[in-house]
């Protein structure tokens, strides 16, 4: 082709490009400000421990927020569909980080949802912060999170262990009347956390505990503890424990003679601890965040049932459990943020539309969820459940919480 | 802490140290006649357990039942190892071999993990968890099945070496290949027969455990004690690996009882340092002896 020629090709050309780049730019719109942000997609990143001893929590968010994420993509955001990248911390704070600077730098994510566990999430609380990426916990519930306040930190289903702690201590003195506790707990962040609440809510209600052991994460015999723990003559034992651990100490409490009550937290309560425990786990109570539990023939939660078991028929016994119930609702909560953020979505509008949601229940088997600047723990349902003929039902004890 | 507390974490320890010393006879086992630390013996322990899953929970065996075809099953995964990873390289130096368990116990864990993810599956109990109280001392009745079944394990063992053609042959292949070899002794087949033995056993351990802890892909980790408890005992005699187990088990229960959960892997550690520096034959074994 003839030099002239090309040159009079460019030119004709020239402003169909400047006016098609125009279009490009004013198409993907907040691309150029908001990391993962194109015309058509919404990328977040997903962490959780999907391997490891705390896979059950990391495995089960993430399943919870695919199978709402199906029916979100029913009608895009604003044009735009949601996409999510899940990497796994392994429940560890160097394998969360590594998680969340990949998703973060290499990825370009818009925000981070967690599934994790606390040990992992307050890991990523400097980074994330720093960085200015909103960060959205489901099941994670170390107070570091939410104090001091962070702009870009929420909690969602999960509830922030001083608040839980208060609970449990409540339902210790005010239901079983205990004046020597016990506690047993994790010697993780979570467990760490849970255990120095519950000993400040007994001590300032002038209960002195009188026995306190740890457990490693993965332990499987805690005969130490529990002898130590006897020794000392207490009349209730408090866990701070995950369920692979709490239905092992059960079981071995009960054949060491343990016949005090034995309560725990929300990180205990799933169909599998009376599935592990057998009838060592009748008369176990602990606490519960959602309006309705597996068990529960409630219309919604069987729906929701029905649409879980269609989508992972071949998850292990005890799935569905919180996490999956705690992902599935949040991932509504986050999609309706991205949606009142508008279309020239940014991260501070999806914070300000975060922080805009009051009495706001994205499907029927969540509880509330409320936010504000000052607040960013959404959910402030509280309720125990009991082990009653191998399964968990709904106890009649509402729990005195101040710190509300 | 009193009498009767210290005799609850003794009894408490050997119920975890019978599952020691059953996983740490086929570490022996196979050392015995190989000169190889099986470093896959852990995953015989994790295939037992989901074995054990499929058949008796999955499938709806009785456990009885459950546990033999279980058992099986690991013995031609052990089989199918032995003949494919171990016997092609028993002319390689011993370090390439042993590299090579290893990295069949990483495949096996990371096989089971692209298959089960890693979930924790509860696993029925297999008697009444129904304390039972004697002397002052509570104990499950599955425990005391526990440790009566591992008992029985020991004394089939002891048979075999003992009374049996094959068990003599065994003995005579580790004692001196060459020798066996010259009185007829197939050392391949005595290298199959202990990989078989070595996965029954460990299998076995699996389906003891199951119960007690569920099943998941990382139960195998139980061989690092079973090797301190192999190790105790001197790491070539087998009735030193039982009383290793047992040991043990005892030694880290009743450690965790009096001071704390953590000083029970210090302490366990700790031992077996003491054992390799002043007692490298462990409290069992015999000194080699080598002519120069």
Same mark, same amino acid.
């Given at each position: 082709?003839?030099?002239? /020629?090309? !040159? +009079? #090709?460019?030119?004709? &050309? $020239?402003?169909?490009?400047?006016?098609?780049?125009?279009?490009?730019? @004013?198409?993907?719109?907040?691309?150029?400000?908001?990391?993962?942000?194109?015309?058509?997609?919404?990328?977040?990143?997903?962490?959780?421990?999907?391997?490891?001893?705390?896979?059950?929590?990391?495995?089960?968010?993430?399943?919870?927020?695919?199978?709402?994420?199906?029916?979100?993509?029913?009608?895009?955001?604003?044009?735009?569909?949601?996409?999510?990248?899940?990497?796994?911390?392994?429940?560890?704070?160097?394998?969360?980080?590594?998680?969340?600077?990949?998703?973060?730098?290499?990825?370009?994510?818009?925000?981070?949802?967690?599934?994790?566990?606390?040990?992992?999430?307050?890991?990523?609380?400097?980074?994330?912060?720093?960085?200015?990426?909103?960060?959205?916990?489901?099941?994670? /519930?170390? !107070? +570091? #999170?939410?104090?001091? &306040? $962070?702009?870009?930190?929420?909690?969602?289903?999960?509830?922030?262990? @001083?608040?839980?702690?208060?609970?449990?201590?409540?339902?210790?003195?005010?239901?079983?009347?205990?004046?020597?506790?016990?506690?047993?707990?994790?010697?993780?962040?979570?467990?760490?956390?849970?255990?120095?609440?519950?000993?400040?809510?007994?001590?300032?209600?002038?209960?002195?505990?009188?026995?306190?052991?740890?457990?490693?994460?993965?332990?499987?015999?805690?005969?130490?503890?529990?002898?130590?723990?006897?020794?000392?003559?207490?009349?209730?034992?408090?866990?701070?424990?995950?369920?692979?651990?709490?239905?092992?100490?059960?079981?071995?409490?009960?054949?060491?003679?343990?016949?005090?009550?034995?309560?725990?937290?929300?990180?205990?309560?799933?169909?599998?601890?009376?599935?592990? /425990?057998?009838?060592?786990?009748?008369?176990?109570?602990?606490?519960?965040?959602?309006?309705?539990?597996?068990?529960?023939?409630?219309?919604?939660?069987?729906?929701?049932?029905?649409?879980?078991?269609?989508?992972?028929?071949?998850?292990?016994?005890?799935?569905?459990?919180?996490?999956?119930?705690?992902?599935?609702?949040?991932?509504?909560?986050?999609?309706?943020?991205?949606?009142?953020?508008?279309?020239?979505?940014?991260?501070?509008?999806?914070?300000?539309?975060?922080?805009?949601?009051?009495?706001?229940?994205?499907?029927?088997?969540?509880?509330?969820?409320?936010?504000?600047?000052?607040?960013?723990?959404?959910?402030?349902?509280?309720?125990?459940?009991?082990?009653?003929?191998?399964?968990?039902?709904?106890?009649?004890?509402?729990?005195?919480?101040?710190?509300? | 802490?009193?009498?009767?507390?210290?005799?609850?974490?003794?009894?408490?320890?050997?119920?975890?140290?019978?599952?020691?010393?059953?996983?740490?006879?086929?570490?022996?086992?196979?050392?015995?006649?190989?000169?190889?630390?099986?470093?896959?013996?852990?995953?015989?322990?994790?295939?037992?357990?989901?074995?054990?899953?499929?058949?008796?929970?999955?499938?709806?065996?009785?456990?009885?039942?459950?546990?033999?075809?279980?058992?099986?099953?690991?013995?031609?995964?052990?089989?199918?190892?032995?003949?494919?990873?171990?016997?092609?390289?028993?002319?390689?130096?011993?370090?390439?071999?042993?590299?090579?368990?290893?990295?069949?116990?990483?495949?096996?864990?990371?096989?089971?993990?692209?298959?089960?993810?890693?979930?924790?599956?509860?696993?029925?109990?297999?008697?009444?968890?129904?304390?039972?109280?004697?002397?002052?001392?509570?104990?499950?009745?599955?425990?005391?099945?526990?440790?009566?079944?591992?008992?029985?394990?020991?004394?089939?063992?002891?048979?075999?070496?003992?009374?049996?053609?094959?068990?003599?042959?065994?003995?005579?292949?580790?004692?001196?290949?060459?020798?066996?070899?010259?009185?007829?002794?197939?050392?391949?087949?005595?290298?199959?027969?202990?990989?078989?033995?070595?996965?029954?056993?460990?299998?076995?351990?699996?389906?003891?455990?199951?119960?007690?802890?569920?099943?998941?892909?990382?139960?195998?980790?139980?061989?690092?004690?079973?090797?301190?408890?192999?190790?105790?005992?001197?790491?070539?005699?087998?009735?030193?690996?039982?009383?290793?187990?047992?040991?043990?088990?005892?030694?880290?229960?009743?450690?965790?009882?009096?001071?704390?959960?953590?000083?029970?892997?210090?302490?366990?550690?700790?031992?077996?340092?003491?054992?390799?520096?002043?007692?490298?034959?462990?409290?069992?074994?015999?000194?080699?002896?080598?002519?120069?």
């Amino acid at each position: 082709m003839p030099l002239r /020629a090309f !040159d +009079k #090709l460019a030119a004709i &050309l $020239r402003p169909v490009a400047v006016f098609a780049g125009f279009i490009c730019l @004013s198409t993907s719109g907040a691309s150029a400000q908001s990391p993962g942000v194109t015309g058509d997609t919404i990328l977040l990143g997903g962490i959780g421990p999907l391997t490891g001893p705390a896979s059950w929590v990391g495995l089960g968010a993430r399943d919870g927020f695919m199978l709402a994420l199906d029916e979100i993509s029913v009608a895009p955001i604003h044009g735009r569909k949601i996409k999510i990248i899940w990497e796994d911390d392994g429940g560890t704070p160097s394998g969360a980080f590594a998680a969340a600077k990949k998703l973060v730098e290499r990825e370009k994510v818009f925000a981070i949802f967690s599934g994790q566990t606390s040990n992992g999430a307050v890991a990523l609380i400097d980074y994330l912060s720093d960085n200015k990426v909103p960060f959205f916990n489901t099941t994670a /519930a170390s !107070d +570091k #999170l939410v104090n001091p &306040l $962070r702009k870009n930190i929420f909690i969602g289903a999960s509830m922030p262990q @001083s608040r839980t702690g208060e609970g449990v201590v409540s339902l210790a003195i005010d239901y079983h009347k205990a004046k020597r506790p016990a506690m047993l707990s994790p010697s993780d962040e979570q467990g760490k956390s849970f255990a120095t609440w519950q000993e400040k809510w007994f001590n300032a209600r002038g209960v002195q505990v009188v026995a306190k052991a740890e457990h490693a994460a993965g332990d499987a015999d805690f005969t130490g503890q529990l002898v130590q723990i006897k020794a000392s003559n207490p009349d209730i034992l408090v866990l701070a424990s995950a369920i692979p651990a709490a239905s092992i100490i059960l079981r071995q409490a009960r054949e060491l003679g343990f016949t005090i009550p034995i309560i725990g937290g929300s990180s205990s309560t799933g169909a599998a601890l009376p599935q592990a /425990a057998g009838p060592a786990a009748e008369g176990y109570q602990s606490a519960w965040l959602s309006p309705y539990f597996l068990s529960d023939p409630a219309p919604e939660n069987q729906e929701f049932l029905k649409k879980y078991r269609s989508k992972y028929s071949t998850t292990a016994s005890g799935r569905p459990n919180y996490p999956d119930y705690f992902g599935y609702a949040d991932a509504f909560v986050v999609a309706e943020s991205l949606r009142r953020a508008g279309r020239d979505v940014t991260r501070e509008k999806f914070i300000t539309a975060l922080e805009s949601l009051k009495d706001f229940r994205g499907t029927s088997v969540a509880s509330l969820r409320n936010f504000s600047p000052e607040n960013h723990v959404g959910n402030a349902d509280l309720s125990f459940l009991v082990v009653k003929n191998g399964q968990f039902v709904t106890m009649d004890f509402h729990p005195i919480i101040k710190s509300k | 802490m009193d009498s009767s507390l210290f005799l609850q974490l003794v009894i408490s320890g050997l119920t975890v140290g019978a599952i020691y010393a059953v996983v740490a006879l086929g570490l022996v086992v196979v050392y015995k006649a190989t000169d190889i630390v099986n470093f896959a013996q852990g995953q015989f322990v994790t295939l037992g357990a989901y074995f054990g899953l499929i058949f008796h929970v999955f499938l709806g065996l009785p456990y009885p039942l459950a546990f033999f075809t279980a058992v099986a099953a690991a013995v031609v995964i052990g089989l199918i190892l032995e003949r494919f990873t171990v016997r092609p390289l028993m002319n390689s130096p011993e370090f390439a071999i042993i590299l090579a368990t290893f990295a069949v116990s990483v495949i096996i864990q990371n096989v089971i993990r692209l298959i089960w993810r890693d979930y924790t599956f509860s696993f029925p109990p297999i008697a009444s968890s129904a304390p039972v109280e004697l002397l002052g001392v509570r104990q499950s009745v599955q425990n005391l099945l526990i440790v009566g079944v591992s008992l029985i394990i020991m004394g089939l063992l002891f048979l075999l070496f003992r009374k049996t053609r094959l068990g003599l042959a065994m003995r005579a292949t580790a004692l001196n290949r060459q020798a066996a070899w010259l009185m007829g002794v197939k050392a391949s087949q005595i290298y199959g027969t202990t990989w078989a033995l070595s996965a029954a056993l460990g299998a076995a351990a699996g389906l003891l455990i199951a119960p007690l802890l569920g099943v998941r892909p990382d139960l195998g980790d139980i061989m690092i004690k079973a090797f301190v408890a192999a190790l105790l005992g001197g790491f070539s005699s087998l009735p030193g690996a039982i009383f290793g187990g047992f040991a043990l088990g005892v030694l880290e229960t009743v450690a965790g009882g009096f001071v704390s959960n953590a000083f029970k892997d210090v302490l366990t550690f700790a031992v077996m340092m003491a054992v390799i520096v002043f007692l490298p034959n462990g409290f069992f074994g015999r000194a080699t002896i080598k002519k120069v």
